[in-house]
């Protein structure tokens, strides 16, 4: 014998069925996902804080809401010195449009650095990693290594070698400027 349901407990079914699919408002949506840091695309870059060469504490983190465009390199490197000039230009062209330019030495001098610099007059950010703690921390194998970081801290591309022109990085700044 089928059984037969009253119309009340359809109603009450229904009512406690609808009281849990209320829209969602802006105090009620979910948190977005947090998305691990790390030093591969797709992941937020690990957070550090140097010293620059002008004196300044800085960290990752005080970027958040620009891109970023990291580079590790040293002063010793030929290829590194060899893509400073476009490093510069593009520092030049693109901070007006937001994006931040760090380049970060691997363990030297502040010095040496401060020469190198004045000789091919450059005048970019430049973020001391005396220690060498955070270029380990980056997993840089070879210099110079370049991690292009959007707005939100994610890492979008990571080249590793020099940059062949100011074009090339043009090419590769589409992933994180708007």
């Known amino acids: 014998m089928a059984r037969m349901i009253s119309q009340s407990t359809i109603i009450l079914l229904g009512l406690l069925l609808l009281s849990g699919c209320r829209s969602l408002t802006p105090e009620t949506k979910p948190p977005p996902p947090v998305i691990p840091e790390g030093i591969t695309i797709g992941k937020r870059a690990l957070d550090f804080k140097l010293q620059t060469l002008a004196g300044e504490n800085v960290s990752l983190s005080d970027f958040r809401g620009k891109p970023v465009l990291l580079n590790f390199w040293a002063t010793w490197c030929g290829p590194c010195k060899f893509e400073m000039p476009f490093l510069q230009a593009i520092n030049d062209s693109y901070s007006d449009k937001g994006l931040v330019v760090l380049v970060v030495d691997y363990g030297e001098k502040p010095a040496v650095i401060e020469k190198f610099m004045t000789d091919l007059n450059l ?33 979008r591309q990571k080249v590793i070698g020099a940059f062949a022109s100011k074009e090339a990085i043009e090419n590769e700044l589409k992933k994180i400027m708007p």
């Open 123 to 155: 005048s970019m950010t430049v973020p001391m990693d005396s220690d060498g703690k955070v270029t380990k921390a980056f997993g840089i194998g070879a210099l110079p290594t370049t991690f292009l970081i959007d707005k939100e801290g994610i890492i």
